[in-house]
T-cell receptor, first 115, second 112 residues
Framework: AQKVTQAQTEISVVEKEDVTLDCVYE???????LFWYKQPPSGELVFLIR??????QNEISGRYSWNFQKSTSSFNFTITASQVVDSAVYFC????????????FGQGTELSVKP | EPEVTQTPSHQVTQMGQEVILRCVPI?????FYWYRQILGQKVEFLVS????????KSEIFDDQFSVERPDGSNFTLKIRSTKLEDSAMYFC??????????FGQGTRLTVV
């Protein structure tokens, strides 16, 4: 069975601090896809990134970076120099297929960035 | 930028009533989904829809629920006889063949 665990329920940081959100997943599939979504206070779900299981290269996008390690089944998300606008709930998700596959979400991590 | 649009943004209904939640997916997308998020909890998969039929559904998606694509643009979720525990945010999403899913802004359903 597939499962996503985000052990950090809430994280509070002060602006400009770096913060890492942890995500651990379980799957028996050899091909799978990992995602991060952001849910700001307004409630919508915003897609941030997708990684394929066969591509372990880390990715950086501005202040955001993602560390994918198959050996530890982790897909962690780091925000560098956090800003108040980063305050949101962040969800890690797993799917066995791309296009048509259901997403299995973690419980989410609520990040609060204080000025 | 194309987006998934959901209406209404908030629906209040009495227990036992039928509700229809509406979604307009991104126009060239092929796969459509409904997800549910009970307040403060994680997002849960309900159903996926492709080629005018359900491709997968979860245990939550029982006989009270149905989906339909009545025309070329709309995708609806119907709950036949609402229960208090159906109160949640319902998200519609769509995707192309080999891409991630993009979500709408959600419909908050309150059953009283």
């Amino acid at each position: 069975a597939q499962k996503v665990t985000q052990a950090q329920t809430e994280i509070s940081v002060v602006e400009k601090e770096d913060v890492t959100l942890d995500c651990v997943y379980e799957t028996r599939d050899t091909t799978y896809y990992l995602f991060w979504y952001k849910q700001p206070p307004s409630g919508e779900l915003v897609f941030l990134i997708r990684r394929n299981s066969f591509d372990e290269q880390n990715e950086i996008s501005g202040r955001y970076s993602w560390n994918f390690q198959k050996s530890t089944s982790s897909f962690n998300f780091t925000i560098t120099a956090s800003q108040v606008v980063d305050s949101a709930v962040y969800f890690c998700a797993l799917s066995e297929s791309l296009g048509g596959g259901k997403l299995i979400f973690g419980q989410g991590t609520e990040l609060s960035v204080k000025p | 930028e194309p987006e998934v649009t959901q209406t209404p943004s908030h629906q209040v209904t009495q227990m036992g009533q039928e509700v229809i939640l509406r979604c307009v997916p991104i126009s060239n997308h092929l796969y459509f989904y409904w997800y549910r998020q009970i307040l403060g909890q994680k997002v849960e998969f309900l159903v996926s829809f492709y080629n005018n039929e359900i491709s997968e559904k979860s245990e939550i998606f029982d006989d009270q629920f149905s989906v339909e694509r009545p025309d070329g643009s709309n995708f609806t979720l119907k709950i036949r006889s609402t229960k208090l525990e159906d109160s949640a945010m319902y998200f519609c999403a769509s995707s192309e063949r080999y891409t991630e899913a993009f979500f709408g802004q959600g419909t908050r359903l309150t059953v009283v």
